[in-house]
């Protein structure tokens, strides 16, 4: 079955620096989404993207987080200056089409562990 | 308020029996209800997903039920394995959004 991939598995950074997060989709899907869960707590949503532009943001993807899909496969998350608490694990998703339609299928990748220290 | 609520908030069962997970939501307008697992460490993978006309829908040895009168949702598990060790999402989709439950985590005892 065809799958999410992220990179990297695991990323420690200092607090203050930059981070990227980066994603590959499922290559036929044109809906692509970041979330992320606090150990232990639900998971969120950040940010829906769709035809090289943000869709949809919640009110955690403020102005140090930013997305892009530099190329036709790629699709990354940075966020500007870490805080201690963008430490979680953030998940990349894609559907080939909005997963709120009817009997849409998301499809989540494994994650990126972020400890910032 | 919209909310999701699941229960038990964990569970642990003997592998080979069956268990049921409740998930109880406050959404309005309901657009449909998905249940994920989550293994440990990795993203969510969907299991079912039901529309309001929906009753009943299996995967398996997992089973959902839907009430939308009531607004509940059960996830039974028959025949219990040890992969089944898992965290069980409850997720409803209202205007597009995804409105996530806790999960309720599963252990499976040999």
């Known amino acids: 079955e065809p799958e999410v991939t992220q990179t990297p598995s695991h990323q420690v950074t200092q607090m203050g620096q930059e981070v990227i997060l980066r994603c590959v989709p499922i290559s036929n899907h044109l809906y692509f989404y970041w979330y992320r869960q606090i150990l232990g707590q639900k998971v969120e949503f950040l940010v829906s993207?769709?035809?090289?532009?943000?869709?949809?943001k919640s009110e955690i993807f403020d102005d140090q987080f930013s997305v892009e899909r530099p190329d036709g496969s790629n699709f990354t998350l940075k966020i500007r200056s870490t805080k201690l608490e963008d430490s979680a694990m953030y998940f990349c998703a894609s559907s080939e089409r909005e997963p709120a339609g009817f009997s849409e299928k998301l499809f989540f990748g494994s994650g990126t562990q972020l400890s910032v220290l | 308020k919209n909310q999701v609520e699941q229960s038990p908030q964990s569970l642990i069962i003997l592998e080979g029996k069956n268990c049921t997970l409740q998930c109880n939501y406050t959404v309005s307008p309901f657009s449909n209800l998905r249940w994920y697992k989550q293994d440990t460490g990795r993203g969510p993978v969907s299991l079912t997903i039901m529309t309001f006309s929906e009753n009943t829908k299996s995967n398996g040895r997992y089973t959902a039920t839907l009430d939308a009168d009531t607004k509940q949702s059960s996830l039974h598990i028959t025949a219990s394995q040890l992969s089944d060790s898992a965290s069980y999402i409850c997720v409803v989709i209202r205007n597009y959004q995804l409105i996530w439950g806790a999960g309720t985590k599963l252990i499976i005892k040999p």
């Open positions: 993207f769709y035809n090289n532009e943000i869709s949809e």
